[in-house]
Nanobody, 119 residues
Framework: QVQLVESGGGLVQPGGSLSVSCAASGSIFSINDMGWFRQAPGKERELVAIVTSGGTTNTADSVKGRFTISRDNAKNTVFLQMGSLRPEDTAVYYC?????????????WGQGTQVTVSS
């Protein structure tokens, strides 16, 4: 069984910074991509940023230059540092990972963590 457990998130004022992290645990042979998606009320889930096992990143244009994704392969953990936050960044942020176990390769999701940007 594989789990993704997120931490961080919360309430921050516009222009502020916040970090979230996500650790994968369980029957893991290897992890391909890890990343973050977000879903605001009434909107579809969208990609925020993703990082490959080799460290190549892909970041949404809406957050480029403000958000930084990184990962610690030894700890099966992905991080998202968010800066210059805007009210439109308010959403539930979901951790994502494509994980290979003994017999399967599949996508896993975290439970989501709320990020609210408001004064």
């Amino acid at each position: 069984q594989v789990q993704l457990v997120e931490s961080g998130g919360g309430l921050v004022q516009p222009g502020g910074s916040l970090s979230v992290s996500c650790a994968a645990s369980g029957s893991i042979f290897s992890i391909n991509d890890m990343g973050w998606f977000r879903q605001a009320p009434g909107k579809e889930r969208e990609l925020v940023a993703i990082v490959t096992s080799g460290g190549t990143t892909n970041t949404a244009d809406s957050v480029k230059g403000r958000f930084t994704i990184s990962r610690d392969n030894a700890k099966n953990t992905v991080f998202l540092q968010m800066g210059s936050l805007r009210p439109e960044d308010t959403a539930v942020y979901y951790c994502y990972a494509r994980i290979r176990s003994t017999y399967t390769l599949r996508d896993y999701w975290g439970q989501g963590t709320q990020v609210t940007v408001s004064s």
